[in-house]
């Protein structure tokens, strides 16, 4: 695969998550190392939607560590149940945050951050890893989003 992404004109979300998401398996799928398909996964989706952030913590010794992401500096690492990663995590569902301000004990990494999607890879039962993405704007995402993220992040789960 050619190192861009081919993603139609004039498309929708829908259409855009559509295209990209034959893209993403074409990207991993003869790829065995971990941080490279994560890294790779980042910056697909970084590149195609323009988020603020896009990336994604790892569950190592019962806290998540930031992996692979693209945008600005990041937290490193968050505690079980804390802030939105920590509550998908602890959960092991996806969470959709419209506005970070109004999430009980959101953790700003970012100030420009103002909407939010968790979304956790899980492995035999057992939440792996987090893709999180942030935006700088307020109800960016929706189910659309909740549908094809969880797309790309079983995808992933035969990685771990």
């Known amino acids: 695969m ?16 559509a295209a990209l998401i034959p893209q993403i398996v ?3 799928e003869t790829e065995e190392d971990l941080v490279a ?18 990336g994604f913590y790892l569950v ?3 806290q998540l560590v930031l992996g692979p992401f693209q945008g600005p500096v990041a937290c490193t690492r968050i505690q ?3 802030g939105v990663c920590g509550t998908s995590w602890q959960r092991a569902q996806r969470i959709v945050v419209p506005d970070v301000e109004a999430f009980p ?4 990494c970012c100030s420009k951050s103002k909407s ?3 979304v956790p890879v899980i492995q035999n039962n057992e939440v792996v890893a987090v893709l999180d993405i942030d935006s700088c704007e307020y109800g960016t995402f929706d189910e659309t989003d909740n549908k094809y993220l969880s797309q ?4 992933l789960t035969d990685k771990f």
């Open 80 to 82: 079980y149940g804390k």
């Open 37 to 54: 398909n994560l890294a790779n996964v980042s910056a697909a989706l970084f590149q195609t939607f323009g988020f603020l952030w896009v």
């Open 105 to 108: 004990g959101h953790i700003a």
């Open 152 to 155: 790309v992040c079983d995808i």
């Open 116 to 118: 939010e999607i968790v």
């Open 2 to 17: 050619e190192n861009e992404l081919i993603i139609p004109d004039g498309s929708g979300k829908e259409e855009i998550y």
């Open 60 to 62: 190592k010794n019962n």
């Open 26 to 28: 074409a990207l991993t």
